[in-house]
């Protein structure tokens, strides 16, 4: 069994499910909500340390500039179990000997939500700004969508002494998607006062460059 205390280099295979933008997300209270691009996660169906199953890993913009993945790739690499996992919701991170060993045909850029095409540059998802996605809608129908994010979130709970940390899904896609659900308002506690309530006015001003159907 790999100590969990230690990070272990693992080998992984797979085809790509799902590719999507990776962000921290730092919360104070209900006066800040910041997003910040790190890469992106390829959800992949295959073999990591010797097991068939579902997993996500973590890679860097270079390395999807370089190598342009998309849904259905069949890929393989490298990389490293997670020392925080509750900081991080990619199986593996620090991805490395990334090869494609079979292309699937380029996604259809046209194609109504969720919108399977290539994922654009950090910038872009930085411009646009997101808002709350609901869990079960990032788990089933937004799930293929090039806007879908999964975020590592750090509450700040005792300012400069403690936070708190989770996962929370967001959508940096078409104000006017029909698939669009914000689920419910996000609780954000702070200590000795309780939570505060993330209801997305946080989300129109995280999203106030675009109108309805940028
Ligand atoms: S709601 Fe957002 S993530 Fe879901 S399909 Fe629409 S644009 Fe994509």
Redesign the pocket.
Known sequence: MPDKNIQNKISFQGVIRSVQPRSNVWRYRLDNRTHSMTGYNLFLKGVAEGEERDFAVAISEKQQQKLRFHIGDAISGTAWTKLYPKLEYADYYRAGALKKNAEAPMPDEDKA???VGEVPDLSVYDWRGCRM?AAA?WKS??FT?K??CMANVAIEYNWGVTQKFRFESF?Y??KS?R??KMGKPRAVPYKDCGSDYDKGWLDDICTERRGEDE
Do not use: E, F, K
């Open positions: 939500s969720p919108w996605l809608s129908r937004c969508c806007w879908a959508c896609g078409p998607c698939l669009y």
